[in-house]
């Protein structure tokens, strides 16, 4: 499959927002926290280690031995919390390169060590680097642009989005083809330029949705949503047009919702942006 001419496929592993969500109303959008698999052609990028990566890895270790690019938008657990399960760690003769933000106020490789600690996992994190893959870790800032591939042509950009503890989204441009990650954003009021530029003319945007408009504002009685970092349909919807994107793909779903009510969500959006769909597991794009 990863021998395919020009492949450029994005595999959503975890679209759930906030914590792991199984259980039979949840089955369509599917329950596992961010993950989402990149190929382009036999490069394998990775965005998040939310719960979604144990199953990815379960399926990359068939390819062993594995070089993978894993770009983390932020440390927040449920974009993390899968790494412990991610089986091609454990496993020597792997290459994981690991990106995080430089100016997070926590690196990237301590978060992933913190909850790894005894005595919330049986498993230090050194013990698994011991015996396991080789694992590099690379900083990041705001705007960096890396050529990634054996012949460097796949780029990818990060840029900051509008949410605590400053969230990465990331583009991809690969053989003409622009796939743009951007989770954890809360684009309103406005829309920021960090973000406008990032998502710029993208073929598939993917953008938070967590929140309806009535839970975002506080129109049920509820406490407002404002200021949690997290978007709404309709957000989602005007920031994909102002972007000048193809796509939208709503991603990041609340825990509290299930299938109808994305259902219903994912309506809300396409009567701003038409072409829209809202990402469930399993769910493949061959861009
Ligand atoms: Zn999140
Ligand atoms: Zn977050």
Redesign the pocket.
């Known amino acids: 499959m990863n021998e395919a001419a020009d492949q450029f496929m994005v595999k959503f592993w975890g679209t759930r ?2 914590m792991p969500t199984p259980g039979h109303e949840t089955l369509r959008y599917g329950g596992n ?2 993950c989402v698999e990149v190929r382009c052609n036999s490069e394998i990028i990775i965005f998040d280690a ?1 719960t979604g990566i144990a199953k990815l890895g379960q399926k990359l270790q068939k390819e062993e031995p594995i070089q993978a690019s894993l770009f983390f ?2 440390v ?1 657990w ?2 993390i919390q899968g790494m412990p399960f991610f089986l091609p760690a454990y496993h020597p003769g792997n290459k994981l390169k690991l990106y995080g933000n430089k100016n997070w106020s926590t690196k990237l490789e301590y978060a992933l060590r913190w909850q790894m600690q005894s005595p919330t996992f049986p498993v230090t994190f050194d013990e698994m680097n011991k015996t396991g893959a080789k694992m590099e870790y690379i900083d990041i800032q705001r705007g960096e642009v890396f050529r990634i591939g054996a012949d460097k042509s796949i780029i990818v950009r990060s840029g900051e989005l509008n949410h605590p503890d400053k969230a990465f989204g990331f583009r991809v441009e690969y053989n003409g083809k622009t796939l743009v990650y951007a ?2 954003v809360e684009n309103l009021p406005h829309v920021k330029k960090d973000f406008l530029e990032l998502a710029a003319g993208a073929d598939f945007l993917i953008h938070d949705a967590q929140y309806t408009h009535i839970e975002y504002f506080g129109l049920n009685g509820s406490s407002p949503r404002r200021n949690w970092g997290h978007s709404t349909p309709e957000a989602a919807a005007e920031a994909a047009k102002l972007a000048g994107v193809k796509n939208l793909i709503l991603f ?1 779903h609340e825990p509290t919702h299930n299938d109808d009510k994305i259902d219903e969500m994912l309506k809300t959006a396409m009567e701003i942006f038409p072409d829209t769909v809202a990402a469930y597991e399993g769910m493949e794009i061959n861009l």
Request: hydrophobic share 0%; glycine share 16%.
């Open positions: 927002g906030s926290t961010s939310g938008s932020h927040h449920d974009h989770t954890d990041h």
